[in-house]
């Protein structure tokens, strides 16, 4: 992990690619986490109203933040490759698999909402 990773960079794109998907799907899920336990109408509806402008805000852009998303797993994955190369990583690299699964959640995630 970082430990290994003597370029730091390669750890700032997965964190980037782990946070945007914080955002885009821990937020939403958090919402419905938290209208769940709430077992209140009233509050899932003050809730819908409150995120609904996130809901839009991420539907109007996901395509975009699917594409940063997959830039920075690829610039990443490039990062990581190099710093094996130079010897310099070693070990599996757990952050850059969280990457690329936080990725392809994402992915599953957007295809599933469309469908």
Do not use: D, K, Y
């Amino acid at each position: 992990m970082l430990q290994h990773n003597s370029s730091r960079r390669a750890h700032l794109a997965h964190a980037t690619v782990m946070g945007l998907h914080a955002l885009c799907c821990g937020l939403p899920a958090l919402a419905l986490v938290a209208a769940g336990l709430s077992g209140a109408t009233s509050g899932i509806a003050i809730l819908s109203q409150q995120f609904q402008w996130v809901h839009a805000f991420l539907h109007a852009h996901e395509m975009w933040i699917l594409v940063i998303s997959a830039g920075l797993v690829v610039t990443g994955g490039v990062l990581e490759a190099s710093a094996r190369r130079s010897g310099a990583a070693a070990g599996f690299p757990w952050l850059f698999a969280f990457s690329v699964l936080c990725f392809l959640a994402n992915v599953a995630i957007i295809l599933a909402h469309r469908a």
